[in-house]
Every structure is written in C-alpha cells, then in structure tokens.
C-alpha cells in the first residue's frame, strides 16, 4: 500500500516536477550563453509554459475521460469544459511568454487555477481515479496548487531582472 501511495504522489507530480526541472533547465541554458533565459523571472514563465502545455495534453488524452468526470455534477457539459480549460491552458502558456501579454496571461492562468480547484477537491473526495489512480489526496493537490499559483503569478507579474 506505501508503495501505491508514493507512486500515485509521484505520478501527480508530474506537472510540478517538470516546472522545476523547466526551471533549472532554462536557467543553466542562460548561464550556457541563451542570454534571454539569464534571468529567473523568464525562466519561470518558460517553466510555468512547459507545465500548463503538459496538463493541457490530458484534456484529449487517455486521461480526458477521467478529467470529465472530476467536473462536478453542477457545471453542464463537462466534456465542453475540459475541452475549453485545455484550449485555455495552451494559449495561457504561449501568452505567459510574451511579455506584452505576460501579465494578463498569468492572471488568466491564476483565475482558472482558482476556478478549477472544486475540481480537484470533487475528485478527492469522491477518491475518483485519474489514469487508474486514485485522485490525489487534498493535502497534497493543495499545496501543489499554491506552488502553481505562486509560480504563475511571480512569472507574470515579476519584471524581469536581466
């Protein structure tokens, strides 16, 4: 049962570890000679891109059957709203890259975090499974969340430092 455990959590993770590892993978790129990702405000914003273009892939995956049903009975036409939430992640995560449009986007991709979250807290509760798994327990969907909105909003709203 542990190992089930940790598997699910490190399967869940998958969106934050890849934003991490964005993260430092721009950053070493920067200081490789990418002058453009020589600061850690644009390499969040590519790292926040990478992770949003990763959930989005599951809105018409394998898993878009399991995100229909994390929808909660109250929101009509959840297969409309997963498809809609995916075409939104996409074009958040091109927007978060442009700095014209950085701002706006990250405070896009901060509401529909928000927005989505009863989602997640649905599918806990409900111990819905999401690829075969268990939906992941609140504790940890939680603070996952607010290290995504941390992330969005700092790559969004921080000016870049080089």
Do not use: C
């Not at 993260?23 to 992770?51: C, H, K, P, Q």
């Not at 409900?126 to 909105?149: E, N, S, W, Y």
């Amino acid at each position: 049962m542990e190992l089930q455990i940790h598997g699910r959590l490190v399967k869940a993770m998958i969106p934050f570890i890849a934003m991490f590892v964005s993260l430092l993978l721009f950053r070493v790129l920067g200081f490789a000679g990418w002058e453009y990702t020589n600061d850690w405000v644009i390499s969040l914003r590519f790292a926040v891109a990478v992770m949003f273009l990763i959930t989005a892939s599951a809105h018409w995956g394998k898993r878009r059957a399991d995100l229909i049903a994390m929808v909660p009975p109250g929101i009509p036409n959840a297969a409309f709203v997963v498809s809609v939430t995916g075409v939104l992640e996409i074009a958040g995560a091109i927007l978060i890259l442009i700095p014209a449009t950085a701002a706006f986007a990250s405070s896009g991709l901060a509401l529909m975090l928000l927005a989505m979250f009863p989602a997640n807290v649905y599918a806990a509760k409900h111990r819905l499974p999401l690829d075969g798994k268990p939906a992941t327990p609140i504790g940890p969907r939680t603070l996952m969340q607010i290290v995504f909105l941390a992330a969005v909003i700092m790559a969004g709203w921080l000016p870049p430092q080089g």
